[in-house]
C-alpha cells in the first residue's frame, strides 16, 4: 500500500484488558512514531523509532504502555491492563529519513480503542 | 449541543472568503514548524511546513507565516472552499508537540 496502515480500525476491549495495535508504515521510512489523540485534542507525542531503535519513549503515560519495532518495519504498541482513561485513538506516524524531527509525518488513520 | 472535550476554537467562513488561523507554539527551540489538516475519522495530513529561517512560505492557495518573536505561526487559506473544512494543527520539532487545533468550518 502507499499510505500507513494501522489495525484494527477499532478495538473495544474491558478494563484490565491486554490490547495490541499494529502499524505498518510507508515501505523503506526509517522513523516511525506513536501518538495518542483524546476527544477534541490534538496528538501527544508517545514514542519514536529510528528504524529497530526506540529512541524516544518519554511520552508513554505508564509502565502500562509498550512499544516495539523488532525488524525496523512494523511496529506494535501493546497497552496492557487497560484502563478507562486509556481510550484514544492511538495514531502511528512514519518519515522517510534519520532527521525525523525535520520532516513532514505521514499519519494512518488511527485505531480507536475504547476501553468499557 | 456541543459535546464534552470537543472545545476547538472554530473559525466558520464563506465559500471563497479567505481564512487565517493562528497558532502560538510554546518552545523557542523549535526550528521546525508543519500544518496538518485532520478530517473526521482519519489521520493529520501534511499542508505545509516552514523552518525556522525563513518568515514565510506559500504553497498551492495556501500560505504559513511565522513570527519567532513572539512564537507565533499563521496559516492562511486563500479561497476557502467546502473540501477545507477539517480540524488544522500547528506542529512544532522540539517535542514533537502538536497544538490543540481549529476547527475550520466553510458554508456553501
Known amino acids: 500500500g502507499a499510505g500507513v496502515s494501522q489495525s484494527p480500525r477499532y478495538k473495544v476491549a474491558k478494563r484490565g484488558q491486554d490490547v495490541a495495535l499494529r502499524c505498518d508504515p510507508i515501505s523503506g521510512h526509517v522513523s516511525l512514531f506513536w501518538y495518542q489523540q483524546a476527544l477534541g485534542q490534538g496528538p501527544e507525542f508517545l514514542t519514536y523509532f529510528q528504524n529497530e531503535a526506540q529512541l524516544d519513549k518519554s511520552g508513554l503515560p505508564s509502565d502500562r504502555f509498550f512499544a516495539e519495532r523488532p525488524e525496523g518495519s512494523v511496529s506494535t504498541l501493546k497497552i496492557q491492563r487497560t484502563q478507562q482513561e486509556d481510550s484514544a485513538v492511538y495514531l502511528c506516524a512514519s518519515s522517510l529519513g534519520l532527521r525525523a524531527t525535520n520532516e513532514k509525518l505521514f499519519f494512518g488513520s488511527g485505531t480507536q480503542l475504547s476501553v468499557l | 449541543g456541543e459535546s464534552v472535550g470537543l472545545h476547538l476554537p472554530t473559525l466558520s467562513v464563506q465559500e471563497g472568503d479567505n481564512s487565517i488561523i493562528n497558532c502560538a507554539y510554546s518552545?523557542?527551540?523549535?526550528?521546525?514548524f508543519i500544518w496538518y489538516k485532520q478530517e473526521s475519522g482519519k489521520g493529520p495530513q501534511f499542508i505545509i511546513d516552514?523552518?525556522?529561517?525563513?518568515d514565510k512560505r506559500q504553497g498551492q492557495r495556501v500560505t504559513v507565516l511565522l513570527n519567532k518573536t513572539v512564537k507565533h505561526l499563521s496559516l492562511q487559506i486563500a479561497a476557502t472552499q467546502p473540501g477545507d473544512s477539517a480540524v488544522y494543527f500547528c506542529a512544532e520539532n522540539y517535542r514533537l508537540v502538536f497544538g490543540t487545533g481549529t476547527r475550520l468550518l466553510v458554508s456553501p
Open positions: 518552545n523557542s527551540a523549535s526550528d521546525y
Open positions: 516552514i523552518r525556522s529561517n525563513m
